[in-house]
């Protein structure tokens, strides 16, 4: 077994053992591309995988707007409390960093592991969500001046 196939291993053992599935998920599925050979893949899913995992992300978002779980009302009241408004203040923030930091894991490839390695270690030990390396890469950005 390669030292990548076991990294993928090991990491998928860090998923279970911190009983995050969406860790332990997604190292399995790279792990059994590998052993398969379906190495072709991989350039799609570094392509848009990203793309794919965001429209997701959004549409699991967005499910109670349009169930109507969420109604046009309390989108509209969203605007009148300070604790909203400090929420889409914050959405703007993030989604700003995200840009950043897409651009930057583009363009900097070399980070990319650490940011990663970073976002399954606060996945696995803090109980985050891995949605984190593209905050962390813009944050990063912010902090090393590019983008």
């Known amino acids: 077994m390669d030292m990548t196939s076991l990294l993928l291993l090991g990491l998928a ?16 599925f790279l792990l ?5 050979g379906w190495d072709q893949a991989f350039p799609w899913l570094e392509k848009n995988g990203l793309t794919l995992g965001i429209i997701i992300l959004t549409i699991g978002v967005m499910t ?13 009241q969203s605007f009148l409390h300070w604790k909203s408004l400090l929420a889409i203040g914050i959405g703007i923030l993030v989604a700003y960093l995200g840009g950043r930091g897409a651009v930057l894991m583009g363009s900097q490839p070399t980070i990319v592991a650490g940011l990663l390695i970073g976002t399954v270690i606060g996945v696995a030990v803090f109980k985050g969500v891995p949605v984190g390396p593209l905050i962390a ?10 983008v």
């Not at 059994?32 to 398969?36: E, I």
């Open 13 to 28: 053992a860090l998923g279970v053992i911190s009983s995050n599935s969406p860790i332990t998920i997604a190292m399995v």
């Open 64 to 76: 109670p707007l349009a169930s109507g779980k969420i109604s046009l009302e309390t989108v509209g």
């Open 137 to 146: 890469a813009g944050i990063l950005s912010l902090l090393i001046g590019r």
């Open 32 to 36: 059994l591309l590998r052993v398969l």
